[in-house]
């Protein structure tokens, strides 16, 4: 369990997390109006199948980054993390949306069984136009809740229906889309359950 994969996005795509390289699926280009510096503007990256299986498991995740939404024309539905498809078996796993406009924090997850989502949530509109929020969204098979945090704080709770029962995670999975209307900085993705303290702390942008 650990901090598996952590891009700063400060004008390159250099993982520090324990994960190592990732895929490069569209071309990254950069921003020099970043939270810390530059920040990404545009370009995708995604996990291979024996990446995904060391992050994703049936206990505990943890997603976080920091993003600014430079439009509101977005709308639809943009994933950014995870894969969008609802096709057992390479489906929904913890797939945090921004959805039906990029404001709104939309969770659609599923077990391996096209049938059974486990967790399936819209937001209002939280996430503010033009200027930099940290969002993270914590889960835990122990409390069966999710929290979704914003700049550190806790904006929403849910609870889950059952447990996620995969009997794999090893499918290709994507991390962010190549979407120009969303930059980024410090995107992380943790293989435990952050404390909300923890949150807070990364929250910081230190």
Not at 63 to 92: H, K, Q, V
Not at 165 to 170: D, F, I
């Amino acid at each position: 369990m650990a901090l598996q994969i952590w891009l700063p996005l400060n004008g390159n795509i250099e993982n520090k997390g324990l994960l190592g390289d990732l895929t490069v699926t569209a071309t990254p280009t950069f921003a020099d109006t970043g939270k810390i510096g530059k920040c990404l503007s545009s370009g995708s990256l995604s996990m291979s199948a024996e990446q995904t299986q060391q992050v994703l498991n049936n206990d505990e995740f943890t997603f976080a980054t920091w993003l600014y939404l430079n439009s509101d024309t977005g709308s639809g539905s943009t994933a950014i993390f995870g894969n969008e498809g609802m096709t057992a078996p390479n489906n929904r796993r913890f797939t945090v949306f921004l959805y039906d406009t990029l404001q709104k924090v939309h969770l659609s997850w599923q077990n391996y069984d096209s049938n059974s989502t486990v967790v399936g949530t819209v937001s209002g509109a939280i996430i503010p136009l033009k200027q930099w929020t940290h969002l993270a969204v914590t889960y835990s098979k122990s409390s069966k809740v999710v929290k979704v945090y914003l700049n550190g704080a806790l904006k929403e709770s849910y609870g889950v229906s059952s447990d996620f029962t995969s009997p794999s995670y090893a499918y290709v999975t994507r991390l962010m889309p190549n979407n120009s209307s969303i930059r980024y900085n410090d995107y992380r993705v943790y293989s435990h359950c952050l404390s909300p303290k923890e949150v807070k702390e990364i929250s910081k942008g230190l």
